[in-house]
């Protein structure tokens, strides 16, 4: 039975109309990428605060810097940080320059996958296997990511020969940190922004090594620091509330969520920013009244000295929130804190 002209007729006008369909509607909009988040800072900001990032002839960064002596692997995250401006800005020199401080961490590689460590200053040292797994997470946190914004950036090409000869050691470490896995919680769960920078380790280098297992276990160190919040949604810390710290656990869980999603732990992120951004005094200091850790002597760093706000991570953290969800108050409230480390040497 062969088809009327009348449909033969309509059959042929929704051919012709269907490309017409198919151009109006909206086209998906792509992932957030952190490259771009971090191209879209203020001009000036990330140079600002990754000034201090980059490794000494030595190869150092941060107290291994300070100690002017190889003390432990955490501190060269620095260096990861480095490299990530140095991409940011293409300014490939500077990059390659900020490399160093990761080849000086794996020459520090032990045969387990872990990494050397000496005393620091206060005696205190890494080298419990539980304190080794964290030091080894803390540098990790940063170079997963390092690599994760290379390969998103225009400059992949020029890393993929390094970072593939890197992957060996790379997967050595990961499974080390992943071996003492039931150490962290034991370990860090006063202090969550440490639980949520072990997860940005695993998910990060999951993502580099395309280990599904590793993202998995990242997936339950997030689980596990969503139940560490008061009853207003602040990330707790050594019991109570801390100015500083709780803005660190936004700003790792933030930029882990922009490569692994977690829309359960993005869901209880704007509760934990708005009490930080009740703690922002109007000339952009931060208040550290009550707090239970930073700037009011509780706690000392490697040299004796009380740890204070981490103002770094402040506008970190309130820059990427703003970009990520347009929130324009908060930008407000970033580029004050920022203003004030300027005139502050914060």
């Not at 300070?66 to 003390?71: E, G, I, N, T």
């Not at 706690?299 to 740890?307: D, V």
Request: glycine fraction near 8%.
């Amino acid at each position: 039975m062969k088809p009327s002209q009348p449909f033969t007729i309509f059959l042929i006008l929704i051919t012709l109309a269907a490309p017409l369909f198919a151009a109006s509607s909206p086209a998906p909009t792509p992932p957030l990428r952190e490259y771009d988040i971090l191209r879209a800072f203020p001009t000036g900001r990330l140079a600002a605060l990754s000034a201090g990032d980059k490794p000494d002839a030595e190869g150092f960064t941060g107290s291994n810097h300070a100690h002017q002596y190889w003390v432990e692997s955490g501190p060269q995250r620095g260096s990861c940080r480095a490299v990530i401006a140095a991409v940011i800005a293409d300014d490939l020199a500077a990059a390659d320059n900020a490399w160093r401080g990761i080849d000086v961490t794996f020459s520090h590689q032990t045969a387990n996958g872990g990494f050397e460590s000496k005393p620091q200053a206060n005696g205190k040292d890494s080298s419990a296997f539980n304190n080794n797994v964290e030091t080894a997470y803390f540098f990790l946190q940063e170079l997963g990511r390092a690599i994760l914004i290379i390969r998103q950036s225009p400059h992949a090409e020029h890393f993929t020969a390094r970072i593939a000869a890197l992957e060996p050691k790379l997967r050595r470490a990961a499974d080390y940190i992943n071996s003492g896995f039931d150490t962290i919680i034991p370990k860090v769960g006063h202090s969550v922004n440490r639980v949520i920078i072990a997860a940005k380790a695993f998910g990060t280098c999951g993502l580099v090594l395309g280990d599904e297992k590793l993202i998995t276990q990242s997936r339950r160190l997030i689980a596990h620091a969503i139940t560490l919040r008061d009853e207003g949604g602040v990330f707790i810390e050594n019991g109570g509330r801390d100015s500083s710290y709780n803005v660190v656990s936004i700003l790792f869980g933030s930029q882990l969520a922009l490569h692994v999603p977690l829309p359960e732990f993005e869901a209880i992120l704007p509760a934990a920013l708005a009490w930080q951004l009740t703690r922002v005094l109007p000339n952009g200091e931060v208040d550290v009244k009550s707090n239970t850790r930073t700037g009011v002597g509780k706690e000392a760093n490697a040299f004796g000295q009380a740890k204070t706000v981490n103002y770094h991570e402040v506008v970190y953290a309130l820059t990427y929130f703003g970009l990520i969800h347009h929130n324009t108050a908060c930008l407000e409230v970033a580029d004050r804190v920022f203003a004030y480390t300027r005139s502050h040497n914060k």
